[in-house]
Every structure is written in C-alpha cells, then in structure tokens.
C-alpha cells in the first residue's frame, strides 16, 4: 500500500504561480512512476505530467514550458512548480503513484486561477 498526501493548492491571479508538493509514505520501494494529474469541472481526468524512476519527466502538451515535476527521493516527495497559471488550469490537482500492480491517489488539491 502507497498513501498520497498533497498540499500547496490555492486561489493564484493569472500570471501566477503555485507549487503543489505530494509526500508518499507506505511501501514506497514499489513505486515506479510518479505524476500529477487534474480535473476540471465537467471534464475527464487528464495527465499533467509524470516522471518514472530514473526517467525523464513527460507534460501534456497544454503545460509544456509552464509546469515543472521534480522529486525529492530523500523525503519521499515530488512536486509540481506551476508557472504563468491561466484560467483554464483551474482543476483539482491529483497526486498519482504507480506500482507494476496498482495506482494510487491523493486526496486531490483544489488550485483556482481567477482574478
């Protein structure tokens, strides 16, 4: 079992930024990727970026240049640096840690881009 917790979600003027941290704690040695996914209202679930265990990080098209996904081995954390936010990222924000036999899921992060 993985257990996921968020934090750092927020209400940003246009133009702003924010940096959404996720700690994972349980039985980290199984996790084999790590990524950040999100959820606007009325809309699917959609992949904001993820980066694997010694791999290179991976973004959606729409938060390419904006986004960064870093991790922090030594305190189980990974982070997403969220740079010129506009309106149309407004979502909640999922934590996602994937084992060879399970996914798993933060409580979700609620990130609001208005003025």
């Known amino acids: 079992q993985v257990q996921l917790v968020e934090s750092g979600g927020g209400l940003v003027q246009p133009g702003g930024s924010l940096r959404l941290s996720c700690e994972a704690s349980?039985?980290?040695?199984?996790?084999?990727?790590r990524g950040w996914y999100r959820q606007a209202p009325g809309k699917e679930r959609e992949l904001v970026a993820f980066?694997?265990?010694?791999?290179?990080?991976n973004y959606a098209d729409s938060v390419k240049g904006r986004f960064t996904i870093s991790r922090d081995n030594a305190k189980n954390t990974v982070y997403l640096q969220m740079n010129s936010l506009k309106p149309e990222d407004t979502a909640v924000y999922y934590c996602?840690?994937?084992?060879?036999?399970?996914?798993?899921w933060g409580q979700g992060t609620q990130v609001t881009v208005s003025s």
């Open positions: 996602n840690a994937v084992t060879r036999s399970n996914a798993y």
């Open positions: 349980g039985s980290i040695f199984l996790i084999v990727s």
């Open positions: 980066i694997s265990n010694g791999g290179y990080p």
